[in-house]
Structure formats: structure tokens, C-alpha cells
């Protein structure tokens, strides 16, 4: 146990130690996503045209795959490319810059979550301790499969829709370099959130706002609503997109149900339990 635990322990720490504590456990996150940024800032020349700009080409390993997991239900142009345009001066510079930041933000994701547990830790009782420990470990890969998820279906699926999508012949779409990192990186992102709902529910079960059969009565709902969430980040049409995102959503509410609490029975079903087994013994 570290000096620092062992006083964030102790009685009679006042607010402003919190406070302290907290600063330097903010203080080590921004050094570890410096250090991730620099590395991503020196790789991201060498890796940019094969893995940010990945599906702007036919040559997408994913397209390809999928064309043969669908057995001709997908189908993808083999001429298909996307220019990408620059109309800033500055333009390149300020993309290298955040597409550099948003990769070590999401690498340095693990050493959030160990300083949040550190800090929170001494606060939670040995029991809290061992059940939260794997929910944290848990949600951590899970924000990574989300991540995978959202780059290797969600984001080329939305992409390639909406730059195939043509309102008139007469227009030609010139997609801005600016507006393609935006999206590649948000679509990324709120994936790897997204599956982090497992986590969401045990958390909410934890405090007793959450029960299982709550989860279990909306299911239909639910059900309804993941459809449209699944409709509006991949709004190609066919029916296979819709169910490629679709499903991993239906998998997270159903893991959601399986780790929250069942339900505690009432006090008043315990009464008359209890008045049942009294007036049994007379």
C-alpha cells in the first residue's frame, strides 16, 4: 500500500486534501496522453492513409469480407473512392494534431480508469472492492470491442451511404478533410461509450435505481429503440447493415440484464410471510 493510500485512508482529510489528490490524479492522466500523443503524432504520417483514410477505398479490408460473409446479399463498387479535400491552410497541421490526440485519449482509456479507481477505492468496503474491481477491467475491453466496432462496421457503413447518397446528378460531393476526421472520430468514440452500458446498469443496480425486471418489463421498448438508434448511425437501407449494428446493441441489453440485481421481494410480501409462519406455529 502507497503513502498516498494509506493518508487518502486516514481519518480527518479534509475536503481540500480530496481535492489534492484528485489534482494529481488529473495531473497523471494529462502526462500519460501526452506521452500517447507524441507517439501517435510520429506514427500518424506513416499510418494515416492505411488506417484513418481506410474507407475512403474499395481496397477496405472490411468491404471485402463483408462481401463474402453476406453471400451476395452486400455488395460494394470495386471503383469505389472517396476524395478527401483540404480548404484550410492550416488544415493539415490541425488534423495531424487532433487525430493524434483522439488516438492517445482513447489508448490512455485503461489508466483513466485505474486513477478513477484508485481514487474512489479507499472509499468502498472490501466486498464493494472485489465486486467493482472486474466491473471496471470488464468495462474497460468492453469500451475497446466498441471501439472496434465503430471502426470496422459503423463508421464505413455510415460513410460509404452518405457519400453515395445523391439528392441530384448535378452535384458533386467534396468531402472536407475537417468534416471526415469529426465524424471518424466521434462515430469511434461514442461506440466504445455505447458498449460501456453493461457497466452503466450494474452501476445503477449498485445504487438500487436499477432492477432486473425493469429491464425485462421495457424489453419490447427497448427493442423498438435500438432499432432506431441502429437505423440512425447506419442509415444505408439494407436490411443486413441495419442488423450488423443492430445485434451487438440487443447483445449489450441483454448482458445488461444478466448483471443487474434481481429484485429484492417487498416488505410487505416479508410481513405476510412472516404473519403466515406465525400463524402456522399457533
Given amino acids: 500500500m502507497t503513502d498516498e493510500t494509506e493518508e487518502r485512508e486516514g481519518e480527518g482529510m479534509s475536503f481540500w486534501d480530496h481535492l489534492e ?3 494529481w490524479a488529473l495531473f497523471r492522466i494529462a502526462c500519460v496522453i501526452f506521452v500517447a500523443f507524441i507517439v501517435w503524432f510520429w506514427a500518424m504520417p ?7 483514410m481506410a474507407a475512403t477505398s474499395s481496397d477496405f479490408f472490411v468491404y471485402k469480407w463483408l462481401t463474402k460473409l453476406s453471400f451476395g446479399l452486400m455488395t460494394f463498387d470495386p471503383d469505389f473512392k472517396v476524395e478527401i479535400i483540404n480548404i484550410e491552410v492550416t488544415g493539415p497541421f490541425m488534423i495531424h494534431i487532433k487525430t493524434s490526440f483522439y488516438m492517445a485519449a482513447i489508448v490512455a482509456f485503461p489508466y483513466m480508469v485505474y486513477e478513477i479507481w484508485r481514487f474512489i477505492e479507499p472509499a468502498l468496503f472490501e466486498n464493494e472492492i472485489r465486486n467493482i474491481r472486474p466491473a471496471f477491467i470488464g468495462g474497460t475491453l468492453m469500451f475497446f470491442v466498441g471501439c472496434a466496432v465503430g471502426y470496422l462496421l459503423v463508421f464505413p457503413f455510415t460513410f460509404r451511404f452518405l457519400t453515395e447518397y445523391t439528392l441530384s ?6 468531402i472536407n478533410l475537417s468534416n471526415y476526421i469529426g465524424n471518424f472520430s466521434m462515430l469511434i468514440i461514442v461506440m466504445g461509450l455505447v458498449f460501456e452500458m453493461p457497466l452503466l446498469a450494474w452501476l445503477l443496480s449498485s445504487l438500487g435505481v436499477l432492477r432486473r425486471s425493469l429491464l425485462r418489463e421495457y424489453k419490447k421498448h427497448a427493442v423498438v429503440g435500438l432499432l432506431v438508434l441502429a437505423a440512425i448511425i447506419t442509415p444505408s437501407g439494407d436490411p443486413f447493415t441495419l442488423m450488423v449494428v443492430f445485434v ?3 447483445l449489450l441489453y441483454e448482458l445488461s440484464i444478466r448483471v443487474v440485481k434481481e429484485d429484492e421481494p417487498d416488505d410487505d410480501d416479508e410481513t405476510d410471510n412472516t404473519s403466515g409462519h406465525e400463524v402456522q406455529a399457533v
Fill in 21 to 23: 489528490v484528485l489534482r
Fill in 46 to 52: 506513416h499510418i494515416f492513409d492505411d488506417f484513418v
Fill in 169 to 174: 446528378p448535378n452535384i458533386t460531393n467534396q
Fill in 248 to 250: 451487438p446493441l440487443y
